[in-house]
């Protein structure tokens, strides 16, 4: 979608203007779902108000339209104008304000106080569905792990994995803002990169605005004394 406002912009694209147009009617469509201002088709939240589109590996969706929602935040403040909804319109603030939420919820703020990142915060899972983290590491078992012995010694296991993959984002918790820490639990526990990945971009753009508000406050006069 982005790159389609900045397609529609360019002369030379102007002969598919009407295709460009569809892919962005139905990605500012979703964004609408995303932010509950369509008339009967939101995507639905969780109790604690994550987005939630369906069991396996929701965070997938979650972390992608977070991106999305942080980068056409930025395109309407750039353009000065507001996204129109069938629910209203609205601004880049609330755009983004409501990306950060998200945000917020997969570091913690949600409620089994759990942050779905890996390695971030006070808890966190520790039974990642990863071959890599649940196994013990070469240099300490001096032994050969193949897929039959992983699964067997490894797979079912209560302890927590042996290595902790830190910056994987799992798969989150259901519904209704449950979530089981346990390696076979593979729907809500397996890592995977395309949920990490967004993420990137949406934390890239928190730090610049944190580095903005650092640098507006050094330029603030100093008070005169009395």
Same mark, same amino acid.
């Given at each position: 979608?982005?790159?389609?406002?900045?397609?529609? #912009? #360019?002369?030379?694209?102007?002969?598919?203007? =009407?295709?460009?147009?569809?892919? !962005?009617?139905?990605?500012? $469509?979703?964004?609408?779902?995303?932010?509950? @201002?369509?008339?009967?088709?939101?995507?639905? &939240?969780?109790?604690?108000?994550?987005?939630?589109? !369906?069991?396996?590996?929701?965070?997938? $969706?979650?972390?992608?339209? *977070?991106?999305?929602?942080?980068?056409?935040?930025?395109?309407? &403040?750039?353009?000065? +104008?507001?996204?129109?909804?069938?629910?209203?319109?609205? =601004?880049? *603030?609330?755009?983004?304000?409501?990306?950060?939420?998200?945000?917020?919820?997969?570091?913690?703020?949600?409620?089994?106080?759990?942050? /779905?990142?890996?390695?971030?915060?006070?808890?966190?899972?520790?039974?990642?569905?990863? &071959?890599?983290?649940?196994?013990?590491?070469? !240099? #300490?078992?001096?032994?050969?792990?193949?897929?039959?012995?992983?699964?067997?010694?490894?797979?079912? !296991?209560?302890?927590?994995?042996?290595?902790?993959?830190?910056?994987?984002?799992?798969? %989150?918790?259901?519904?209704?803002?449950?979530?089981?820490?346990? &390696?076979?639990?593979?729907?809500?526990?397996?890592?995977?990169? /395309?949920?990490?990945?967004?993420?990137? %971009?949406?934390?890239?753009?928190?730090?610049?605005? #944190?580095? +903005? @508000?650092?640098?507006?406050?050094?330029?603030?006069?100093? *008070?005169?004394?009395?």
């Amino acid at each position: 979608m982005i790159v389609n406002q900045e397609l529609l #912009e #360019e002369e030379k694209h102007k002969g598919h203007r =009407d295709t460009l147009e569809q892919y !962005r009617s139905k990605a500012e $469509y979703y964004i609408c779902s995303c932010l509950n @201002k369509n008339n009967g088709s939101n995507v639905n &939240r969780t109790p604690g108000g994550l987005l939630h589109i !369906r069991q396996w590996n929701n965070m997938q $969706y979650v972390s992608t339209a *977070a991106f999305l929602l942080t980068i056409y935040s930025d395109i309407l &403040r750039n353009s000065t +104008q507001k996204l129109k909804c069938h629910g209203g319109s609205v =601004d880049y *603030a609330e755009m983004l304000h409501f990306a950060k939420s998200q945000v917020d919820y997969i570091l913690g703020s949600n409620p089994m106080n759990m942050s /779905y990142l890996v390695g971030y915060g006070p808890k966190y899972p520790t039974r990642v569905h990863h &071959r890599g983290a649940s196994m013990v590491p070469y !240099r #300490e078992s001096m032994g050969f792990i193949g897929c039959t012995q992983g699964f067997d010694l490894w797979y079912g !296991r209560e302890e927590p994995n042996p290595n902790v993959v830190v910056g994987a984002v799992v798969g %989150g918790p259901d519904c209704k803002d449950n979530f089981m820490d346990q &390696r076979g639990n593979y729907m809500q526990t397996e890592a995977c990169t /395309y949920n990490t990945a967004p993420l990137v %971009g949406v934390f890239a753009k928190l730090l610049q605005m #944190e580095d +903005q @508000k650092s640098d507006d406050s050094h330029n603030q006069p100093l *008070a005169a004394s009395s």
